[in-house]
């Protein structure tokens, strides 16, 4: 006889059926024939249809995601209980009226990645129920009216259609809790301001109430290329309207910015240096939706893949890689300096070789598609798939190149009507004019006399509640209100405008005013001649911060060995710099006021940007100390002493990484992130500051880093060689089977740390895989999509399809043995701690109560 609680379990599966990656093309007759089922979840099969679905009229939960379904299923309208209805990633065109006129409990429904055009008006009446709508990814062109009658809507998402007009109507009601709408070329309201969210959106149809919208036509140019291309030249020229040759000794440095009008345009040009250096500071100012000239030096450039590649590969590959829908103008300069049969010849090896690189991804994309597509269980890869065919939808819009002397009044002229045509051209920016109230356009200009004023001091920065005074005290915006500012300011620092990082604690009540002053402080310590300017560093200053010159001896060789600064280091480089450059009044904010630990505004952006990391130091540590509790002081046995800061851009390769790791072994737990097309510029920097920022205790190199937690390593190494980038991650294989979890856990958190920084990148494809463990085996496993959990699959043996030898999973894939021993008891691990990027070793007793670690 079957026991009660067996029979509850069993009925508790009868009500609760998943059948995901099942690969199915008809639905089962057994899950047809149980009227008790509640939930049923079909996500990852190859169902065309869902015929007799009708029959579960007690169905409250229904996913179909990641089907193939093209004709919206009918029968779904008899199934009266369906609070939770799931259609996304599939390919319907047309939702039949008639359908949601029958769900009156329907509460979330997604239809996602789709084709959708339109929606039925009868998805009205689920106004009383209907609580999260998902429909981005769909093809609409204008909001769907239904949607306006949804009153309990909370959640929806309209990301990635062809909107051009948000109904202001819409934001009247309360309910609304989340709204995403970016990917859009959208006019009124713009983008910058609907990434403020709801509140500000409100806010800005507000505003439009009083006084109708004024069109706003702004562009931003961004001038790209090798270091003396010619950027600064054509840029000053075009700003000036006339030739404006710019001296080799006055280069750009970092950044920068300037603003002009052509005809009734307004164009902000962002001038970025073109020294590699400088390309970690890059990402914070690369923005989509705008012109990027990518500048040639047409009398360097030879038609070789050596000289395409330095002056031209390489900053196609990274705007596909960070802004893939970028409309690209191609410039070419020095021609004066060419025959006029070379300028040609060139500039069709230019635009061939371009071409081809387009090409070449394309093709790329399209195998790796073909591949997972071709695979034994393609159910498994459909978010891989989903992110492949998105990426195959974006690509650079590269234009043709325009051949310029710089000196001839004539080419500047022509260039300037060039870049005039393509603006102009809605299909290339659809998004260049912008419906503003006009109290944006009112404190804009406001905030513009105030930084061209006597008063204004050169760094342009101020603190918020006093930008509001001075702005209140303008006639026409007396009543301006600090909510108002707010939004205003995030649209302008959006724009380029102005800068105003909110999300940052130290710098919240802080307005850059003047970008430029944010990218001098960002070149303060990411420039290309660093180590020099250390150097230079001149006696008054360094007595000026308690140091000698054997302490600058000591700084330099220290930078030059480990890329690590002291902070009385800091202060005196910082100091020098910003004496040269006649703004020393502002080195105390900048630094901070105490001169051993002080932060100030300086290393808060270094470290949201992940330009550097700050080294724990080894003397705050006490042996004696009986236990930690997370939230109460620290026993020390002495101070803190002075705080270091490692600039990962500036590391060189050592072997200490290799010492400590000890060698690979061939039992290690092995798996490789490959990246394509290629690892981005500064991505393996970045990486090792937020991963270090996570595990205290670690050693770095200019490719590899090696983790410690809990006492066990986990090596990091970068292989970036064309059509084979990838990252390795090891770590020791655990002796007991009980040891997976903990290996595994570790991995995966470096594999999601990858997976989140590889988000800012939305044109670069990664793809886990795993060695064989055969030796000499080439065959790799590729990864199933991750759900957000460890386990990512549910064998228990995997063979290789090569060399046909079996692995358990757990040696390959994050999954944990099914037949775990008893929990082992808790074992004492060495505790390593970096000190200066070296090494201390040392018996430490160390408990954290709340974490249940120990280690001595």
Not at 101 to 127: G, I, M, T, V
């Amino acid at each position: 006889m079957i026991q009660p609680r067996a029979c509850q379990e069993q009925d508790d599966n009868l009500r609760d059926v998943t059948l995901s990656t099942q690969r199915l093309r008809v639905l089962p007759s057994a899950v047809l024939s149980n009227p008790a089922l509640e939930s049923l979840d079909l996500d990852r099969n190859k169902l065309r249809s869902i015929t007799g679905i009708s029959k579960l009229c007690n169905l409250k939960k229904l996913m179909l995601s990641k089907n193939e379904i093209v004709d919206f299923p009918s029968e779904i309208r008899s199934l009266v209980c369906l609070e939770k209805l799931e259609l996304n990633q599939n390919q319907i065109r047309v939702i039949p009226e008639g359908v949601f006129a029958h769900l009156p409990r329907l509460k979330h429904l997604r239809l996602n990645n789709n084709r959708l055009s339109a929606l039925p008006s009868d998805l009205a009446a689920c106004q009383g129920s209907l609580q999260y709508l998902n429909i981005s990814n769909n093809l609409f062109r204008t909001f769907p009216r239904p949607v306006l009658q949804l009153g309990h809507l909370q959640e929806l998402y309209v990301q990635n259609n062809a909107l051009r007009q948000l109904p202001k109507e819409f934001f009247q009601g309360q309910s609304l809790k989340m709204f995403k709408a970016n990917g859009n070329p959208l006019r009124e309201p713009p983008s910058e301001v609907c990434a403020g969210g709801i509140q500000q959106i409100r806010n800005y149809f507000s505003q439009l109430q009083y006084s109708s919208g004024q069109e706003d036509k702004r562009v931003k140019a961004m001038f790209l290329g090798a270091s003396l291309a010619g950027k600064s030249t054509i840029c000053k020229s075009l700003k000036q309207g006339q030739t404006k040759l710019v001296p080799k000794e006055e280069r750009t440095v970092g950044i920068e910015i300037s603003e002009f009008q052509i005809e009734d345009f307004t164009f902000l040009f962002w001038d970025f240096a073109g020294q590699l250096e400088y390309y970690m500071t890059h990402h914070v100012f690369i923005t989509p939706q705008a012109l990027v000239i990518l500048v040639i030096n047409l009398h360097m450039y030879q038609t070789n893949e050596k000289t395409f590649k330095e002056l031209v590969g390489f900053w196609i590959n990274n705007l596909s890689m960070r802004v893939p829908n970028s409309v690209v103008l191609p410039v070419g300069t020095h021609v004066d300096c060419c025959e006029e049969e070379e300028v040609e010849e060139k500039r069709h090896d230019i635009m061939t070789k371009i071409s081809a690189m387009l090409t070449e991804r394309k093709r790329n994309l399209a195998h790796f598609i073909n591949n997972l597509e071709g695979s034994e269980e393609p159910e498994i890869y459909v978010d891989q798939w989903e992110k492949l065919k998105e990426m195959e939808s974006r690509t650079l819009k590269v234009l043709n190149l325009v051949a310029v002397n710089c000196t001839n009044h004539y080419d500047i002229r022509k260039l300037e009507a060039t870049i005039l045509k393509h603006v102009k051209n809605e299909d290339l920016f659809p998004e260049v004019v912008r419906v503003l109230p006009p109290i944006y356009r009112q404190v804009e200009a406001a905030i513009i006399d105030i930084t061209q004023s006597e008063e204004m001091a050169n760094h342009g920065m101020m603190d918020l509640q006093y930008l509001l005074s001075k702005l209140s005290q303008c006639k026409h915006l007396a009543s301006l209100g600090r909510e108002l500012l707010q939004d205003i300011l995030r649209y302008l620092h959006r724009i380029g405008l102005v800068v105003w990082y909110e999300e940052i604690k130290h710098l919240e009540s802080t307005v850059f005013l003047q970008p430029t002053f944010l990218i001098t402080m960002f070149k303060l310590l990411v420039r290309y001649c660093l180590a020099q300017q250390l150097e230079s560093i001149p006696v008054d200053t360094l007595i000026g911060e308690h140091a000698t010159i054997r302490d600058r001896s000591n700084w330099v060789w220290t930078f030059k060995s480990k890329a690590m600064l002291c902070h009385r280091a800091v202060r005196a480089l910082v100091k020098h710099q910003l004496s040269s450059e006649g703004m020393r009044d502002v080195f105390e904010e900048i630094m901070g006021y105490k001169p051993h630990r002080g932060r100030g505004k300086l290393f808060s952006l270094l470290e949201h940007f992940e330009l550097c990391l700050e080294v724990r130091h080894t003397e705050v540590l006490n042996p004696h100390a009986s236990e930690f509790v997370p939230g109460k002081p620290w026993e020390t046995t002495r101070g803190q002493g002075e705080s270091w800061y490692l600039f990962p851009t500036y590391l060189n390769q050592t072997e200490e990484v290799s010492e400590v790791w000890g060698g690979d072994h061939p039992e290690d737990l092995h798996i490789r992130a490959y990246f394509s097309p290629e690892i981005p510029e500064g991505f393996f920097q970045r990486l090792l500051v937020k991963a270090c920022s996570f595990y205290s205790t670690h050693w770095v190199a200019k490719v590899t880093c090696l983790l410690i937690c809990n006492g066990k390593p986990l090596l990091i190494k970068e292989n970036n060689q064309r059509a084979y980038s990838y990252l390795e991650l090891r770590c020791r294989k655990p002796a007991e089977r009980m040891g997976f979890q903990v290996a595994w856990d570790f991995l995966m958190a470096v594999v999601f740390i990858v997976q989140k920084l590889a988000e800012e990148w939305p044109g670069l494809h990664v793809c886990m895989k795993s060695p064989c463990r055969t030796a000499g085996c080439p065959a790799e496993l590729i990864w199933p999509d991750m759900d957000g959990t460890n386990a990512v699959t549910k064998e228990d043996v995997k063979t290789c399809g090569t060399c046909r030898h079996r692995f358990g999973t757990e040696l390959l894939l994050p999954k944990v043995p099914r037949k775990l021993e008893e929990p082992r008891m808790q074992t004492s691990a060495h505790y390593y701690v970096t000190s200066y990027g070296t090494t201390t070793f040392g018996h430490s007793s160390i408990h954290v109560n709340q974490q249940n670690i120990s280690s001595e």
